[in-house]
C-alpha cells in the first residue's frame, strides 16, 4: 500500500459552531476524519477528508452482522504547548486483536499512528483549554460490502473521527454508585469479550438502562458462567485495594485489556505496591466491605481515566466503600495518569507521542 495520506482540507472550519464551555463526550466532530478501504486483498486509498456522513450499502455486513470494531484513545495540549498522543501503539496493537477475532484484515500499526498525528495536527485547534478536558479519538471500521451471507466480508473502511471532549466529572471528582449485574452477563468464556466491537456495547445497553432507572449510575459485570467474580464496571476495567494489596480481575478472554488498566498497574508496580491479577469474586468485595478490608474501588478507562466507586447494590442490599468518597489511592492515580498526559509529570515508559 502507498502509505502517502492525501489530505484534502475543509474550506471553512465548522469550529465556531461549537461552544467549548459546554463540551459533552463525543457530540462536536472536528473538522477533518481520516479514511482507508479494503478492496481486492488490500487497504488502500489512505486520505484525510471533511468530516461528514459516508454511503453505505443498506445490505453491509455490519449493519446487519455487527461486523465492526473500534478504539478509543485520546491526545492533549500541555501548559508548554506541545501536544501528547497517550500510547496510541497500545491502541493499534489492540485494534489488531480485535479484527482478528471478528475476522477483519488487521490495520497496519505505523499507518493508524501516522494518520493520528496527521488528524491531531490539522485540527489542534480543537483540543480544549480545560485541565481534564481532551482530543478524543475514535477509529472504527466496519465491513461495507453489502451481502446478507453471514460469512466474512471482503470490503472494509477504516476511518479515524476525533472530537474534543469535557472532563469526565466536571470539576468534581466524585464516586460513582455500581448496580451488581447478576442477571444479564456482558462476555463468556470463548466470547468476544477481549474485542473492542460493537455488540458487546449493544448487548450492555438495557442492562445500562435498567441499572440507571434503578438510581445507579453503571452496573459491575459479573462472570458470565456463575455470577461470581466481578469482571468491569460498565465499560470500565475495575479495581480494587484489599488490605493495601491493589486486586483486578485477569485477563482471560472476558475482558477488554484496558489501556488505562494496564497504565495503572505499571505504575502501582513501579512504586512498590502489591499487585495481583487474579479472580475476586463478589462476595470478596462485599465481606471486605462488611469488615473494612475494602479500602478502595475505582474503574479505568479513557474517557474518566479513573471512576472512583463509593456504593455497590447487591441483592436488595447497599454497601458503602469508605464513605463514598474518592480514596487516596483513586485520586493519586488519576492526578499521575493526567499530569504524564499533559506533560508535567516525568514520561517514564515513553507512554505519549508528542506532536510538534
Ligand atoms: C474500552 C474499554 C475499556 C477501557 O479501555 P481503555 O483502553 O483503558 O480505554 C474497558 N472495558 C471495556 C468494555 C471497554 O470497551
Redesign the pocket.
Known amino acids: 500500500m502507498s502509505t502517502d495520506i492525501k489530505i484534502q482540507q475543509i474550506d471553512k472550519s465548522r469550529i465556531d459552531s461549537v461552544d467549548f464551555d459546554k463540551l459533552a463526550f463525543g457530540k462536536n466532530f472536528c473538522d477533518h476524519m481520516f479514511s482507508l478501504e479494503y478492496a481486492d486483498g488490500a487497504w488502500c486509498n489512505p486520505h484525510i477528508l471533511p468530516y461528514g456522513p459516508v454511503p453505505i450499502e443498506p445490505g453491509a455486513c455490519s449493519l446487519h452482522y455487527g461486523q465492526t470494531v473500534f478504539e ?1 484513545l485520546k491526545a492533549f495540549r500541555g501548559k508548554d504547548g506541545a501536544v501528547r498522543i497517550f500510547r496510541p501503539d497500545m491502541n493499534a496493537k489492540r485494534l489488531r486483536t480485535s479484527c482478528e477475532r471478528i475476522c477483519i484484515p488487521p490495520i497496519d500499526e505505523e499507518i493508524f499512528i501516522r494518520a493520528i498525528i496527521e488528524l491531531v495536527k490539522l485540527d489542534k485547534d480543537w483540543i480544549p483549554p480545560k485541565r481534564g478536558e481532551a482530543f478524543y479519538i475514535r477509529p472504527l471500521v466496519f465491513s461495507s460490502e453489502g451481502h446478507l451471507d453471514v460469512r466474512p466480508s471482503t470490503e472494509f473502511r477504516f476511518l479515524i473521527m476525533t472530537s474534543p471532549v469535557c472532563t469526565y466529572f466536571g470539576d468534581d471528582f466524585r464516586t460513582i454508585a455500581l448496580k451488581v449485574e447478576d442477571k444479564y452477563t456482558r462476555a463468556a468464556p470463548g466470547g468476544v469479550g477481549y474485542a ?1 466491537t460493537g455488540g ?1 456495547y449493544a448487548a450492555s445497553l438495557l442492562p445500562g438502562k435498567e441499572s440507571l432507572n434503578a438510581g445507579y449510575n453503571q452496573v459491575l459485570w459479573l462472570d458470565g458462567r456463575d455470577h461470581n467474580y466481578v469482571e ?1 464496571a460498565g ?3 475495575i479495581m480494587f485495594k484489599i488490605d493495601n494489596t491493589f486486586v483486578t480481575p485477569p485477563l482471560k478472554g472476558t475482558i ?1 485489556p ?4 494496564d497504565s495503572v498497574l505499571t505504575l502501582l508496580r513501579d512504586k512498590g505496591h502489591d499487585v495481583e491479577e487474579r479472580p475476586i469474586s463478589i462476595n470478596e468485595v462485599i465481606e471486605g466491605s462488611k469488615n473494612g478490608k475494602l479500602q478502595e474501588a475505582f474503574g ?4 474518566a481515566v479513573i471512576c472512583p466507586v463509593g456504593k455497590l447494590f447487591y441483592q436488595n442490599e447497599v454497601y458503602d466503600i469508605k464513605g463514598c468518597k474518592p480514596g487516596p489511592s483513586a485520586t493519586e492515580l488519576y492526578n499521575e495518569i493526567l499530569g504524564i498526559q499533559l506533560g508535567e509529570i516525568e514520561d517514564k515508559h515513553g507512554w505519549n507521542v508528542v506532536v510538534d
Do not use: F, H, I
Not at 258 to 261: D, L, P
Not at 300 to 303: L, N, P, Q, R
Open positions: 478509543g473492542k458487546n468491569e465499560q470500565m476495567n477488554l484496558g489501556v488505562t488498566r479505568c478507562g479513557t474517557a
